[in-house]
């Protein structure tokens, strides 16, 4: 069933904030208004991202909407957006900068770009589905191509397989990249824990390595005759830098990072990328960003780039986990993942599972 449009939106509306200390409480606030060049989102679904406990923790903005990532309605359409760029009624995904202002993705209304880390749902994707892409696929099309410049995307495929290596597959970054790595014609050499291995290769991944084997880089390297030169590091921390540079040939190599490390060896390069440098937002955490016209325009080619991938029809959801009380769960969520148990799998709120908010 269709969710319902109100064309007047309500004033008040049950969230997901931040707490004492950073946990995440159910409260009730203010509709956000929509402002220039914005949308407001009637949320059907939300997901939920390492970055919202982090931002919780570490900014600590009492009262401020949790959540990055969601899927929805659009309810209205603020000034100065391009006619024809959206329409009331349409069903997007994508996410916004949640957990430091009177807006998240843990709502019931948010309001976001109505142009950028936004994309239409793809066609037979369910909204439960659809909250997962905004940060995870976006961050994926950063690794792989913000930070690599000479790699193919799944819209000109190469027939050379060349092999790349994707640190993390079962993470949610991990699903979207072996995907999209996979359509681009790559090899694509994955490392997981052995529980998730043939879960991976249904979505494209070539060749599995234990990352807890101590001898993982040395059989990457022979896997790949030392002639490794491409990573994305879907983790980058607990020493992953350092795996993948010894799995790297003589001549080195260049990871796309998605947390900064220093480069590990000499002739290791790497490049960090960030999702929320794509929302053409100024920011200062986790670090300061400006965000320049140039970057604006890039950010905008970004989002084509995924709503044309997700167009073919060949990239899948990955497997999630609902809890069941919607955003009264968002804690529970906190919990479950902040204790390590999230593996191959993302938690997923449906906002009408919430006591309190009805469909
Ligand atoms: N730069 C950005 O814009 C950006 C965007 C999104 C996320 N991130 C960051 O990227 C990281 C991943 O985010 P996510 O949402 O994709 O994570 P996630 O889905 O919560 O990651 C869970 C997965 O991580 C894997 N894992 C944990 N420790 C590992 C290790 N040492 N080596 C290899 N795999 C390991 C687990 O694999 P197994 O269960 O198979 O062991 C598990 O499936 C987080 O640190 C997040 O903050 C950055």
Redesign the pocket.
Known sequence: MQPTVNMTPPLRQKAAVVGENGTAVLAEVNVPKVGPGQILVKVIAAA????DW?TAKGVQATGAVLGLDYAGVVEEIGPDVPVGLRYVGERVCGFVKGGVGPTGAFSEYLVGSAQLGVIPIPVGWPFEDAAQIG??A??AI??LWEAHKDLPTPLAPTTTPLPILV?????????YTVQFAKLSGLRVLV??????FELLKEYGADELFD??DPQVSQKIKAATGGKLKHAVD???????GN?IAEAFGEEGGHIG???IYPSPQENVTVK??????LLGEDFETPRPFKATPEYREHSEKVVKLLAEILALGKVKP?PKLILPKGLASVQDGFDY?TS?K??????TYRITDTPGVSA
């Open positions: 939920q991202n390492p970055s982090r940060v995870a976006l961050t950063q690794a640190y993390g597959g079962s993470s949610a970054v991990g699903f490392t997981a824990s052995p529980r998730n990352y807890k879907m983790i980058s921390e607990a020493g992953s795996i990072q998605i947390l960090f990328t960030l999702a929320y440098d990955m993942m390590g999230v593996s191959a799998q993302k938690i």
